[in-house]
């Protein structure tokens, strides 16, 4: 067995092989000795190089190792830092969402104070609006009072105002057409009645009396005298029923509301003339 003391005198004698003189002056004993260094040297070599791939084996799994160690780390480090985004994400959105929920509130409670705000304004406009119309309907109604109370005082005698028109009745009795000369005398014409306000208003002369209306010109198409159509129509029951034979129309004390006829044209009634006034 070769000691490790050895060694150096080995390499030598290895380094000298090219040296052939100094190889020959060596002794075949010399030669002897490290005859039997081969085997052992392959030995060594060989536990040599086991040992250092051991060694090897080792540093190549302390390195694996830390490596591990190092990359488990690392992934925890990131998981953690995954966990700590997911957390800050969850945060962030729940802020975004608050916030949106602030703004809609926001805007809600603008949008409604507006709304208030306006409709205080609308309500305060309105009110407004109909304490001025209260006044006007006031002032107008005293307006009409005083223009009917004027009207009344120079109203002539013998007739009666009543919606921008005096009324006059007859005291005698005469035929449709003559009826009707009469009033144009006056500067008037036969009675047209346009509303329900004026035929009540005619009921405070309790006779039968004519009225501007006729169909003489076209049998069933009632007129009234200044060419203007029947529209408002105070039939009484039954009435129109002269067919040819009644085609001017008077007042007969039927119901009050329904008082109006047909009659024969010649016969001799009381009339009424209508004469309009400026309003
Ligand atoms: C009289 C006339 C007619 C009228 C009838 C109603 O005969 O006045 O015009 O239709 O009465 O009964
Ligand atoms: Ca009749």
Known sequence: MVSLEDEPEIYENFEDVSDRKAASRRSVEDFKVPAAAPGMKMNRLVVVSLGLLCILQAALIIYLISQQNSLTEERDQMKRNNLDLKASGKNLTEERDDLKRTVKDFDLEAQ???TVSQQNSLTEERDKLKRINLEMVATNKNLAKERDDLKKSVTPLGWKYFSSSLYTISSIRKNWQESRDDCLQKGADLVIVNSR?????LSQFHETMWIGLTDLETEGTWKWVDGTPMTERYWG?????????????????????KRWNDANCNIKVCWTCEKKVSP
């Open 197 to 201: 306000e004026e035929e009540n208003f």
């Open 112 to 114: 409604l104070k507006m």
């Open 237 to 257: 029951p039954g009435e129109p029923n002269g067919r040819t034979s009644e085609n001017c129309g008077d007042i007969k004390q039927y119901d009050v509301g």
